[in-house]
């Protein structure tokens, strides 16, 4: 289950820095977690 949600978290940190609509000020938990700052 580890590695699973490894690659879920890699999935989703690509998807943020690829996404121009992500707005981490919008979603500051995700950006908590995903280390982006808001």
């Known amino acids: 289950m580890n590695a699973m949600n490894d690659l879920l978290n890699t999935a989703i940190r ?3 820095q690829d996404d ?3 707005d981490p000020i919008r979603y500051p ?4 977690k995903f280390g ?3």
């Open 14 to 16: 690509n998807r943020l």
């Open 20 to 22: 121009p609509d992500y």
């Open 29 to 32: 938990e995700i950006a908590r």
């Open 36 to 38: 982006k700052k808001p």
